[in-house]
Nanobody, 119 residues
Framework: QVQLVESGGGLGQAGGSLTLSCVAS????????LGWYRQAPGKQRKLVAD???????SYTDSVKGRFTISRDNATNTVWLHMNSLNPEDTAVYYC?????????????WGQGTQVTVAS
């Protein structure tokens, strides 16, 4: 079993900042990619940002220059630092992991954390 536990969501103000964190635990031997997805009401879940074990990052265009993803391989933790928030960032944010559990490579998801940005 692999568990992803997110924290840090909540209410933010337009122009403000929030930081999300996610800790992976359980029977995971190797983590390749950690990332964050988000799903707004009535919309599909989409990638926000991800980071490989080597530190390579990618961002969706709408958050470039505003959000920063980082990770600590020693503690299996990933953060999403969100600056210059706007109401369009309102969504449920999901932590994502692609890794090896000793038997297979697989995708794992957190339970999601709500981020609401007030204008």
């Amino acid at each position: 079993q692999v568990q992803l536990v997110e924290s840090g969501g909540g209410l933010g103000q337009a122009g403000g900042s929030l930081t999300l964190s996610c800790v992976a635990s359980g029977s995971i031997d190797s983590i390749n990619v950690l990332g964050w997805y988000r799903q707004a009401p009535g919309k599909q879940r989409k990638l926000v940002a991800d980071i490989t074990s080597g530190g390579s990052t990618s961002y969706t265009d709408s958050v470039k220059g505003r959000f920063t993803i980082s990770r600590d391989n020693a503690t299996n933790t990933v953060w999403l630092h969100m600056n210059s928030l706007n109401p369009e960032d309102t969504a449920v944010y999901y932590c994502y992991l692609y890794g090896w559990d000793g038997q297979r490579w697989g995708d794992y998801w957190g339970q999601g954390t709500q981020v609401t940005v007030a204008s």
